[in-house]
Nanobody, 121 residues
Framework: QVQLVESGGGLVQPGGSLRLSCAAS????????MGWYRQAPGKGRELVAA???????KYADSVKGRFTISRDNTKNTVYLQMHSLKPEDTAIYYC???????????????WGQGTQITVSS
C-alpha cells in the first residue's frame, strides 16, 4: 500500500518562507508526476506546482517566482519551497503523485492527508 506523508506546514507571517516535504512510501515501482495542490476555505482544490519524473515543472500563475518545486527520486520525496508568502496563500496543501506500485500495474493517483499553511501577522 502506498502512502504520501506531508510535513512542514504551519503558521508564518506575511513575507515569510516555508518548505513542505512529501515522502512516498510502501510498494513503489516507479513515480511519475508529483505535485502540490491547495484548497482555501470555501474554494476548490487548485494546482500549485507539479514536477515530472524528468524534472519538468509547472506552476500556478499566482505562485510563479515565489515557489519552487523539486524532487529527490532517491528518497521518493517532493518538496515545495515557498518564499514571500501572502495571506492569500493560506490553505490546506495536499501532496499528489502518480505511482506505479508494481511493474505490471497501471499508474494510480495518490493523495496525502494535507497540511495547513496559515499566513497571518
Amino acid at each position: 500500500q502506498v502512502q504520501l506523508v506531508e510535513s512542514g506546514g504551519g503558521l508564518v507571517q506575511p513575507g515569510g518562507s516555508l518548505r513542505l516535504s512529501c515522502a512516498a512510501s510502501g510498494s513503489i515501482f516507479s513515480i511519475n508526476t508529483m505535485g502540490w495542490y491547495r484548497q482555501a476555505p470555501g474554494k476548490g482544490r487548485e494546482l500549485v506546482a507539479a514536477i515530472t519524473s524528468g524534472s519538468s515543472t509547472k506552476y500556478a500563475d499566482s505562485v510563479k517566482g515565489r515557489f519552487t518545486i523539486s524532487r529527490d527520486n532517491t528518497k521518493n520525496t517532493v518538496y515545495l519551497q515557498m518564499h514571500s508568502l501572502k495571506p492569500e496563500d493560506t490553505a490546506i496543501y495536499y501532496c499528489n503523485a502518480f505511482i506505479r506500485p508494481y511493474d505490471s500495474s497501471p499508474l494510480t493517483n495518490y493523495w496525502g492527508q494535507g497540511t495547513q499553511i496559515t499566513v497571518s501577522s
